[in-house]
């Protein structure tokens, strides 16, 4: 049974950090990604990161957010530095299982989602 558990979402004042954790079951994290919807707007991705441990990052977020995992059995996680108002937005852990390392560039290959966490910067 394949299952996506975020976790760490709350309320910071801007300039503040966050570290959220996606806890993955059912499958190895060889692509795994964060995406976040913010209020009234449509899902965008933030950071992915791929068998090979590459990673990229939506232009907003780069040089704040880290996407990191130990290995592919382990936590995701998002570290979130330097948080301002327009981070706010409801986050989630995403995975595509069976992608290939060179695949998993695109935002469209993820097909399994987390429930997701809260976060507020004001």
């Known amino acids: 049974h394949v299952q996506l558990v975020e976790s760490g979402g709350s309320s910071v004042q801007p300039g503040g950090s966050l570290r959220l954790s996606c806890a993955v079951s059912g499958f190895s994290m060889y692509c795994v990604a964060w995406f976040r919807q913010p209020p009234g707007k449509e899902r965008e991705g933030v950071a992915l990161?791929?068998?090979?441990?590459?990673?990229k990052y939506a232009d907003s977020v780069k040089g704040r957010f880290t996407i990191s995992r130990e290995n592919t059995d382990a936590p995701l996680w998002l570290q979130m530095n330097d948080l301002r108002s327009e981070d706010t937005a409801m986050y989630y852990c995403?995975?595509?299982?069976?992608?290939?390392?060179?695949?998993?560039?695109?935002?469209?290959?993820?097909?399994?989602w987390g429930q997701g966490t809260q976060v507020t910067v004001s």
């Open positions: 990161i791929n068998g090979a441990g590459q990673t």
């Open positions: 995403a995975a595509a299982p069976g992608t290939s390392y060179r695949s998993c560039r695109d935002w469209t290959v993820f097909n399994i």
